[in-house]
């Protein structure tokens, strides 16, 4: 199975692939970050991640995509842009007939590390012994995007029926 991770952000997007070579195996195919100017009108910063998450889903072909899910924070304005980075991965996905499954924070930490309160170095740390890496990615945004596609490796197992109903919606258009 190959999973691509979304960590979604307007101005950084991390992006992650995560094949499973065999069980409790797993590899990582590709990490990045999508970057959009700050500068530039929304309107033009949505379609930058539109066409760069295009891109990477008709070069990688996912299974899967695994969004994190976007969670209240105190900070209204970072809470809109997020959210309206993971509906272009959504829209994506549902145009593409891949199914989608959304993680928290606390469901992708407790997958990676054992501990729904990890921090982020903890995390990154994990990320890199179970992909095997050299080094962890950077920034952080493409190691998020890794550990949501570990955390559905290992937690997405019973999304069977999501998997079946995605695909019969996008054969009805």
């Known amino acids: 199975m190959r999973v691509l991770g979304i960590d979604p952000g307007l101005t950084r997007c991390g992006i992650g ?16 970050v999508i970057q959009t ?3 530039a009108p929304l309107e033009f910063r949505l379609l930058e991640l539109e066409k760069e998450i295009s891109n990477w889903i008709n070069k990688f072909k996912p299974d899967v995509i695994a969004v994190e899910r976007v969670f209240s924070q105190l900070n209204v304005r970072t809470a809109m842009a997020t959210g309206q980075a993971a509906g272009v991965a959504l829209l994506l996905a549902a145009k593409a007939g891949i199914p989608v499954v959304m993680h928290t924070p606390s469901e992708v930490k407790a997958a990676v590390t054992g501990s729904g309160r990890a921090d982020k170095k903890q995390v990154a740390q994990m990320v890199k012994r179970l992909l095997k890496l050299k080094e962890i990615p950077k920034p952080v945004d493409s190691t998020d995007a890794l550990a949501l596609a570990i955390c559905h490796h290992w937690r997405g197992v019973g999304n069977a029926r999501l998997a079946t109903a995605t695909k019969k919606a996008a054969k009805k258009r």
């Open 17 to 32: 692939i995560v094949d499973s070579t065999g069980p409790q195996k797993l590899e990582m195919v590709g990490v990045g």
């Open 37 to 39: 100017d700050t500068e």
